[in-house]
């Protein structure tokens, strides 16, 4: 065998050319540069890149005039990666010190191996169908010979966690987001660089160990194999790719109450002032549409009739601590101003379209346009902005168009033709409003809610929902494998209405029972949002053992802040995962990959949602090895069995791992209440296990000049001792002390030990925590 060293350490000149040694052979010639290998094959041109140890950027086309991919998702560099090639007369490999791409001389098909040889995924012999001119938009297609269970690729309202034996249409929609990012409980993930409308054949009945992505348009192919093996490691990989979440403020955390829609600044702020009234905590508000005055939507300017000082409500919101975001549009009516000013400068979409609800129509910016993107947040900074609204909800951002999916295929964008773009449109225009608001309101961090995403998304401080969804059973049960996939595409923060968008009667106990069932799954989401049409759904509007049940959940939810806060601070800083499905944690185990209603929140948190109307008990599979404790009574359970869990009404079976050190703060009114209650710090038994717990000043970004505060936390299981660590960092405004109450989780006989922290070690012995 003939080794050639390539990265760093050239003994092989970029662009020399191998010929092949076979002149039948498929592949042709084989060229090296200081990025990666090419090789001329009969079905045109294969381009091999190690991006990191672990990430391989493959690119195929056949034109030799294609100019590559519409690609705004990937914004990342390639790393230094020591790579080398060999040549031996039936392959050419590729190797780094974590993967090795071997390329069948004969075929041209690729296998991806681990260091030993051992193959992760493989092509079968002509895999890649790529068009052989530029006459427009042309279709493409990647064959694998891929099994198992898949995941990821955004949000479908399908029911599926596992999408084994189906076929993923990637096309933005109303409850239907597209992110392609497919990841496999193997260890891997493939990023496919094509915004087109896409299908993923995960191996259905005419090809089982068939794994086949199809786009409508691109011109050639180009995607990213990103091996673990864990699955963080696949999501890290994606972000090293595609951008790093960066933190949202604490208040973001808290209860978000909305509905469609608060009428009149009178209505909106009653609804905060009450929250206050009744000790319910409380951080946000939500100004949903048709604030404007007729004809001027897109004008974001609030009807002065109804809304009479836009800036005095944000005043005496902020006042009571409490935030406001307000829905905007990438919809404008026609004569409006604003639809003026981006027209001329080339950025709307031309057709005009019919409105979905209500009647009229109207047109819609065009994102791709770098000045109708500087533009239509200008627009609103000069408006909502001044006015002092915390952030943005951007409705419809799929686009919507005319209601009838599939329309922008037939426009052209500032980017192209709608076709190739088709899919990217949420990302290019919540770039816009990330961008616009990180310049000119420096001292807030960003937030965006959204209605549709796509890879790259995170990076915009971003959180999408998913959608105008219906109150019921059914659906409910339908959104969380919905929101696991979507977390699991790499994306970490969604949300969804809780009681669903086309909800039912606060006073009818049959919605009361599903909308308290959904509150309670709706505490371990990473965003906490009540939202629907019809009636209310504030806490008082119903009956008073539902109200109970409610504010409690409310309050665990804050109690809960110190934990996901530190979490945020883990998906930022660590690339990590919030909500968690099952496979993230347990990846050996077969029987998680189709568990649709258990999940982590966090490392620590099983939730168990309760989706059955009448319920008393449900069962609850407890994967693992080490022992899980419930998160209600203490009482410990062996891992590897199924149970069945309490699950009345006031109750959702939480369980937590052995191991785990949750952090649970005093319950508060508002997120960055200060107090000098303690935070407990809850220790279950059983493994040695730690916690990073984290604070900053809580918005901002001063985060990212090292303005923060990191405590680990670290349990020894054999000496029974809790190590608080000393503190790493500061921050304006950081306390210099804090009380901590160390608990057991297990019931026992333990009693808490008070600690007064001052930022030096602390150990903390806990002998009946066994």
Not at 386 to 397: E, I, Q, V
Not at 445 to 460: D, E, H, K, M, P
Not at 714 to 724: F, G, P, Q, T, V
């Amino acid at each position: 065998m003939k080794l050639f060293q390539i990265a760093l350490l050239f003994t092989l000149g970029a662009g020399q050319a191998f010929g092949a040694s076979d002149a039948a052979s498929v592949v042709t010639a084989m060229t090296t540069s200081a990025t990666g290998i090419t090789l001329q094959t009969d079905q045109g041109t294969l381009i091999l890149e190690p991006w990191t140890n672990r990430i391989i950027h493959v690119v195929a086309f056949h034109n030799p005039d294609w100019k590559g991919a519409y690609n705004p998702a990937v914004i990342g560099k390639p790393h230094q990666v020591a790579w080398t090639v060999a040549e031996t007369s039936e392959a050419y490999t590729l190797s780094t010190p974590a993967l090795q791409v071997r390329v069948d001389r004969a075929t041209a098909a690729l296998s991806f191996r681990d260091p030993s040889g051992k193959i992760i995924l493989d092509e079968p012999a002509h895999a890649r169908s790529t068009p052989v001119s530029s006459d427009g938009p042309q279709a493409v297609r990647q064959d694998f010979a891929g099994s198992g269970a898949y995941f990821g690729l955004g949000q479908h309202p399908n029911g599926l966690m596992n999408y084994a034996g189906n076929i993923i249409h990637l096309q933005q929609a109303n409850r239907d987001v597209a992110v392609p990012m497919l990841v496999s409980q193997s260890g891997y993930g493939i990023l496919w660089n094509d915004a087109a409308v896409t299908d993923v054949d995960v191996g259905t009945a005419s090809d089982p160990a068939g794994l086949t992505f199809r786009s409508e348009a691109g011109g050639g192919i180009d995607y990213d194999f990103i091996y673990g093996p864990t699955l963080d490691d696949v999501v890290a990989g994606y972000r090293d790719l595609t951008g790093d979440a960066p933190m949202m403020a604490r208040w973001t955390w808290g209860l978000f109450q909305s509905k469609e829609h608060y009428a009149t600044q009178q209505e909106l702020l009653a609804v905060a002032a009450k929250y206050r009234a009744l000790h319910a905590p409380l951080d946000a508000v939500v100004q949903d549409w048709q604030y404007w005055q007729a004809g001027q939507w897109g004008s974001h300017v609030m009807n002065p009739a109804r809304y009479p000082d836009p800036a005095g409500m944000m005043q005496t919101l902020h006042g009571e601590h409490v935030h406001a975001i307000i829905s905007v549009w990438p919809r404008f009516d026609l004569g409006t101003a604003n639809l003026a000013e981006l027209d001329k400068a080339g950025g709307m979409l031309a057709p005009v379209y019919p409105n979905v609800y209500p009647k009229g129509e109207g047109r819609w910016y065009d994102p791709f346009s770098a000045a109708g993107r500087d533009i239509y947040w200008r627009q609103i900074m000069r408006t909502l902005g001044r006015d002092g609204f915390d952030g943005w909800w951007l409705d419809a951002s799929e686009a919507e168009l005319g209601g009838q999916w599939g329309q922008m295929r037939d426009i052209t964008t500032a980017a192209g033709p709608g076709a190739v773009v088709y899919n990217a449109y949420p990302l290019m225009h919540t770039t816009a409003v990330h961008d616009g608001m990180r310049r000119d309101i420096p001292g807030k961090r960003v937030f965006i809610l959204t209605r549709s995403a796509y890879a790259g998304q995170q990076r915009n401080g971003a959180i999408t929902w998913s959608g105008d969804t219906s109150g019921s059973w059914d659906n409910f049960r339908r959104q969380i494998p919905e929101g696991l996939n979507f977390s699991l595409s790499g994306i970490p923060y969604w949300s969804n209405d809780i009681g669903g968008f086309f909800g039912g009667d606060p006073k009818d106990p049959a919605y009361a029972e599903l909308f308290t069932r959904w509150y309670e799954y709706g505490v371990f989401n990473p965003m906490f949002r009540v939202h629907g049409t019809g009636d209310s759904k504030e806490l008082w509007q119903f009956e008073p053992d539902i109200q109970q049940i409610l504010l409690r959940y409310d309050q665990l939810r804050y109690r809960l802040l110190p934990y996901i806060y530190s979490l945020s601070w883990d998906v930022t800083h660590n690339r990590g995962t919030m909500m968690r499905p099952l496979v993230m944690d347990f990846q050996d185990d077969p029987q998680v990959a189709d568990i649709t209603n258990q999940y982590m929140f966090g490392k620590a948190l099983l939730v168990n949602p309760v989706t059955q109307k009448g319920a008393a008990v449900r069962t609850v599979y407890l994967p693992g090895k080490t022992p899980w404790y419930d998160f209600w009574t203490g009482t410990r359970f062996g891992a590897g069995q199924v149970i069945a869990a309490k699950a009345d009404l006031g109750t959702i079976p939480v369980y937590v791992r052995a191991g785990s050190v949750l952090p649970l703060g005093p319950v508060v009114q508002y997120a960055n209440e200060e107090t000098d209650k303690p935070t407990e710090l809850r220790v279950y038994p059983g493994a040695d296990g730690q916690f990073l717990l984290y604070d900053d000043a809580g918005d901002g970004y001063g985060y990212q000049k090292g303005q923060y505060a990191t405590v680990r936390l670290s349990w020894n299981d054999a000496e029974h001792r809790l190590i608080i660590g000393r503190r790493q960092g500061s921050y304006p405004g950081m306390a210099k002390s804090r009380r901590f109450e160390v608990t057991c989780g297990f019931t026992s006989t333990q009693k808490p030990q008070a600690v007064s922290y001052t930022g030096g070690e602390r150990s903390v012995l806990l002998p009946d925590c066994r």
